[in-house]
């Protein structure tokens, strides 16, 4: 009985470790193999960090750009004026005329001051002032992409024939200028 408790346990023994043996050998990887899957295993940890770290700056230059939007440009311009009378004392005062797109105004007179220049092609963030713009006069809200493409050249053609203007689709002086009287005339 004891020969067979022993012969058993044998068995198992011999089972266990052929079967670890077994695997062992089906699981080996040569240095190169081994080296090799080390390195992808970095370059996905690094991935996944470059990939957060393009989120984040993504979303911080998101707020940046709203942050920006929402800001009012300081003009250098004079800014216009219109006479109003005191009913107390009948003298007549000057003071500065605020209008609803004020900040697209300056904007705008920065662009005639700068005497910048835009066609079909042209690229940052003065094309995106008169993509602005064109949301305003069209009543819009295009995405705002800095970027002076078909869809603007023809939407700069479509407002220089409307006001009077030659239609070349090139925004200068003279369409900056008309855009601001039209942008006044809106109050």
Same mark, same amino acid.
């Given at each position: ?11 198992v023994v011999l089972a266990l470790v052929g079967l670890g043996g077994y695997w062992a050998i089906a699981t080996i990887k040569s240095g #190169? @193999? ?7 295993? @970095? ?5 996944? =960090? ?15 750009? /709203? ?10 311009? +004079?800014? #216009? ?15 500065? +005329? ?14 005639? #001051? ?6 079909? =092609?042209? +690229? *940052?963030?003065?094309? =995106? #002032? ?27 053609? /479509? ?9 070349? =689709?090139?925004? *200068?002086?003279g369409t900056f200028s008309q855009m601001i009287s039209w942008l006044e005339q809106q109050g």
């Amino acid at each position: 009985m004891d020969n067979l408790k022993f012969a058993l346990f044998s068995i198992v023994v011999l089972a266990l470790v052929g079967l670890g043996g077994y695997w062992a050998i089906a699981t080996i990887k040569s240095g #190169t @193999e081994f080296d090799a899957s080390q390195k992808v295993q @970095e370059l996905q940890q690094t991935n996944d =960090g470059l990939t957060k770290q393009v989120a984040d700056l993504t979303s911080q230059l998101n707020t940046a750009q /709203a942050q920006i939007a929402s800001l009012t440009p300081i003009s250098t311009s +004079t800014p #216009t004026t219109k006479p109003t009378s005191s009913k107390s004392t009948g003298i007549s005062t000057t003071q500065p +005329t605020t209008y609803k797109n004020q900040s697209l105004i300056n904007a705008l007179q920065k662009l005639i #001051t700068a005497n910048v220049s835009m066609k079909l =092609g042209s +690229t *940052g963030t003065r094309v =995106g #002032t008169v993509q602005n713009f064109l949301n305003v006069y069209n009543n819009t809200s295009n995405k705002i992409d800095n970027d002076y493409g078909a869809s603007v050249q023809k939407a700069i053609a /479509a407002f220089q024939t409307d006001q009077g203007l030659t239609a070349d =689709g090139q925004a *200068g002086s003279g369409t900056f200028s008309q855009m601001i009287s039209w942008l006044e005339q809106q109050g």
